[in-house]
């Protein structure tokens, strides 16, 4: 704990010096330091993701995410600091927020989606086809090339999770055919970006849709076997979802136990740059041991 303070009270100083460069500085200046500092931002995010420690990861990420709206209001077109925010809003509700307090993650998915929707609009994406029809909206995705990938997926990726805690909102569930194009132009452009997460959003869907809605067990599967490459064995948090929508599905339950052995016993840092996020998939396999009974 006393690790955490130290970190809250070194980010408080960053930004009183930051205040005191904007009073007595230019604009040029001003966001010269401010993207230096988000260099340090980067690389904080980079050691965040190494921390085996979740009560520390949780407030770090709580107090990097205050400091880069704050950051993001004085330099509002600072890619960089968009894509960063997109990110860290989803990986903070994913991990720290949608288990225990849905409603609040929601708001936090959708922070993150706005921040990734002002990075793409600075790539020519027109952020006005999202309210226009399904074909104006998947010709607009064209425009979104391969550098551009890491902001369409934490973008659609937010959206996502917003739509999987609304699903008894219908208005929330018209939006989803358009977070599937922006996943498939993932997988068209780069389907390994992020372990192959776009393939873990189709896999997903498909299992947990039943089929007079789309559902389909044997696609889930396909988009699962794609997550595992990936994976490689050493990304835990595919094989969580694989236990709670395939498994369940199917209602094989010794599958289901044996994937969530597998996520619980893997050292959490078999991939030492992805530790933090094995760490909450294990976090989440032990949560849904708890809830097999109902499930099955």
Same mark, same amino acid.
């Given at each position: 704990?006393?690790?955490?303070?130290?970190?809250?009270?070194?980010?408080?100083?960053?930004?009183?010096?930051?205040?005191?460069?904007?009073?007595?500085?230019?604009?040029?200046?001003?966001?010269?330091?401010?993207?230096?500092?988000?260099?340090?931002?980067?690389?904080?995010?980079?050691?965040? +993701? %190494? %921390? &085996?420690?979740?009560?520390?990861?949780?407030?770090?990420?709580?107090?990097?995410?205050?400091?880069?709206?704050?950051?993001?209001?004085? #330099?509002?077109?600072? &890619?960089?600091?968009?894509?960063?925010?997109?990110?860290? =809003?989803?990986?903070?509700?994913?991990? =720290?927020?949608?288990?225990? %307090?849905?409603?609040?993650?929601?708001?936090?998915?959708?922070?993150?989606?706005? *921040?990734?929707?002002? $990075?793409?609009?600075?790539?020519?994406?027109?952020? +006005?086809?999202?309210?226009?029809?399904?074909?104006?909206?998947?010709?607009?995705?064209?425009?979104?090339?391969?550098?551009?990938?890491?902001?369409?997926?934490?973008?659609?990726?937010?959206?996502?999770?917003?739509?999987?805690?609304?699903?008894?909102?219908?208005?929330?569930?018209?939006?989803?055919?358009?977070? /599937?194009?922006?996943?498939?132009?993932?997988?068209?452009? #780069?389907?390994? =970006?992020?372990?192959?997460?776009?393939?873990?959003?189709?896999?997903?869907?498909?299992?947990? $849709?039943?089929?007079?809605?789309?559902?389909?067990? %044997?696609?889930?599967?396909?988009? =699962?076997? $794609?997550?595992?490459?990936?994976?490689?064995?050493?990304?835990?948090?595919?094989?969580?979802?694989?236990?709670?929508?395939?498994?369940?599905?199917?209602?094989? $339950?010794?599958?289901?136990?044996?994937?969530?052995?597998?996520?619980?016993?893997?050292?959490?840092?078999?991939?030492? #740059?992805?530790?933090?996020?094995?760490?909450?998939?294990? /976090?989440?396999?032990?949560?849904? *041991?708890?809830?097999?009974?109902?499930?099955?």
């Amino acid at each position: 704990m006393a690790e955490i303070v130290e970190m809250d009270i070194m980010r408080r100083f960053v930004l009183i010096i930051l205040s005191f460069m904007w009073l007595l500085t230019g604009c040029s200046v001003q966001k010269m330091a401010i993207r230096s500092m988000g260099d340090i931002l980067d690389n904080s995010l980079i050691s965040l +993701y %190494e %921390e &085996e420690d979740l009560e520390l990861a949780e407030h770090a990420i709580a107090s990097d995410l205050k400091l880069l709206e704050a950051l993001i209001k004085s #330099d509002p077109e600072n &890619e960089k600091l968009l894509l960063m925010a997109s990110q860290g =809003f989803a990986s903070y509700a994913l991990g =720290f927020v949608e288990d225990r %307090e849905p409603e609040r993650a929601k708001k936090l998915y959708l922070r993150g989606r706005e *921040y990734g929707l002002q $990075r793409l609009k600075q790539d020519h994406f027109p952020v +006005y086809a999202l309210s226009g029809d399904m074909t104006s909206f998947e010709n607009s995705l064209k425009s979104v090339q391969e550098d551009d990938v890491p902001t369409l997926f934490w973008t659609a990726y937010n959206w996502a999770g917003m739509i999987n805690l609304s699903l008894t909102d219908p208005q929330a569930l018209i939006d989803l055919p358009r977070v /599937q194009l922006m996943m498939q132009r993932v997988i068209d452009l #780069d389907e390994d =970006f992020f372990f192959g997460g776009a393939h873990l959003f189709f896999a997903t869907i498909y299992a947990l $849709r039943p089929p007079i809605l789309g559902g389909n067990v %044997e696609k889930a599967a396909e988009h =699962f076997e $794609r997550c595992f490459i990936y994976a490689n064995d050493k990304f835990l948090l595919p094989y969580v979802y694989y236990a709670r929508y395939y498994a369940t599905r199917t209602m094989d $339950r010794e599958l289901f136990e044996g994937t969530l052995d597998k996520v619980i016993n893997t050292p959490a840092d078999i991939l030492p #740059d992805q530790v933090l996020p094995n760490k909450i998939a294990q /976090q989440k396999a032990k949560r849904l *041991y708890t809830q097999i009974d109902q499930l099955f």
